[in-house]
Each structure stands twice: as C-alpha cells, then as structure tokens.
C-alpha cells in the first residue's frame, strides 16, 4: 500500500485585512483546511480557489487544493495543481511533499517509471523522508513484476503467433496437396477418356471395315453368279 501525502498548509504569506474584515489568503486556508480534516473535500475546495483568487502563485493554496481534489478522486486535476506547484515552491521540504503526491497519482495509474522519478525527486529535496522511501522501493518493484509480466506475456504470443502460423502452413500444405491430387485426378480423368476415345475409334473403323467387307464379298459372290447364268452354251 502506497503513502500519500495528506498533510495540509498553512501559508505564511500575510494579506492584510481590510477595516471591513476582508478575509485574507491565510483565513481560506485556514478555513479549507478545517473542512478538509472533517472530510468535507467540496467545500474545503472551494476555500482553497478563493485562497488562489486573492493569490494565484501561492503554492500553499495549490498543494491544499490537489489534496482536496485527490481525495474526491480528481487525480487529473489534482495533477494540474501538484505539477504548477512544483513549479514555483522553493521550499524543498514543500516541494518534496509535491512530488510524493505526484509520484502517488502516477503510481495509482499504474505509470511506474515516471512515479518512480517524481519519487526520486522528492528525495533529492528531502532525503529523510521514510514514506517516499517506502513509495520507491515498492514502486520499483511493482515496475520489475510489471516488465516480468509483460515479457511472458509477449512470450505467450509469440507462442501463439508460431501456432497460428504452423496451422496456417499446415492447412496451406493439405490445400496445396488437395489440389494437386484434384489435378491429378483430372488429368487421369482425361487419359481415361482420350484412351476411350481412342478404342471407340478404332471399334467403329474396324467395324466399318468389316462392313466394307461384307458389303464386298456379296457384291464378288453376285458378280459370280450372275456371270454363270451369261456363259453362251455352245
């Protein structure tokens, strides 16, 4: 279980208040931050962006409201408002404070190298702070068994892949031999039909010429007979 940083602000930056009690960017602070301990995040949000009205670069005010958003489950927002304190606040134990938070939001969307940096960078302005210590060392991990994962993973589809290929192959080769046997097939098919052809053909000749034959001899056999009946008696 990752830590975030809860802790709230109180600005040092003094406005004055005016003869009519003019309420101050301290006095919102203060305000958000009393609604903030008692779980009202809304209304504590809403007295943190009066606070960024009356001053736009105090990073107090950004470092409450992300919290305030964070805890409604705002993380883009809450985002928005760590990342632009970050970049004003000179403080390193505020700033280290920022980029725990912003190391907790990339941590939960499962962005593990950038969580893993922002938790470097909060060491390097604080580096006694144990609960960024902790984050790190579990975020690190997280990122190992997130790699592991996705490398057996990406050997699961490759495994896949090379299946689907040899099954692929497979049915290309049983396509590729049925059709060739098809071919075969066809092409004894017409062997068989030419040979026949050709035997008819020879049948119908040799029957023909056995007509011619017949036809011939009975033509000679007449020619003989007649030829006895035309013999001159002398």
């Not at 280290?96 to 909060?122: D, F, T």
């Not at 592991?148 to 049915?171: I, L, M, R, V």
């Not at 020879?202 to 011619?212: C, G, S």
Request: aromatic share 6%; proline share 1%; with cysteine.
């Amino acid at each position: 279980m990752m830590l975030y940083k809860g802790c709230l602000i109180v600005g040092m930056l003094m406005v004055s208040a005016t003869a009519f009690g003019q309420k101050t960017v301290r006095d919102y602070l203060r305000s958000g931050n009393k609604l903030y301990k008692d779980s009202t995040f809304v209304k504590a949000e809403v007295d943190y962006r009066k606070a960024l009205e009356l001053d736009p670069k105090s990073t107090d005010a950004m470092y409450n409201l992300g919290n305030a958003l964070l805890m409604q489950q705002k993380a883009k927002d809450a985002m928005e408002q760590f990342e632009a304190a970050s970049k004003v606040e000179k403080d390193k134990k505020k700033l280290s404070q920022i980029y725990h938070n912003i190391g907790v939001i990339l941590q939960s969307s499962k962005q593990y190298p950038q969580c893993i940096e922002a938790y470097k960078k909060a060491l390097r302005n604080n580096p006694a702070d144990d609960e960024t210590r902790y984050n790190l060392a579990l975020a690190q991990k997280m990122l190992k068994d997130q790699q592991q994962n996705q490398d057996q993973n990406k050997q699961k589809e490759q495994k896949q892949d090379k299946k689907d290929d040899d099954k692929q192959q497979k049915n290309k080769e049983q396509q590729d031999q049925k059709k060739k046997d098809q071919q075969n097939q066809n092409q004894q098919q017409q062997q068989n039909q030419n040979q026949m052809s050709k035997q008819n053909a020879e049948q119908l000749l040799k029957a023909a010429m056995q007509d011619e034959k017949n036809v011939q001899d009975k033509v000679k056999k007449g020619v003989r007979i007649q030829g006895r009946k035309l013999e001159k008696d002398w």
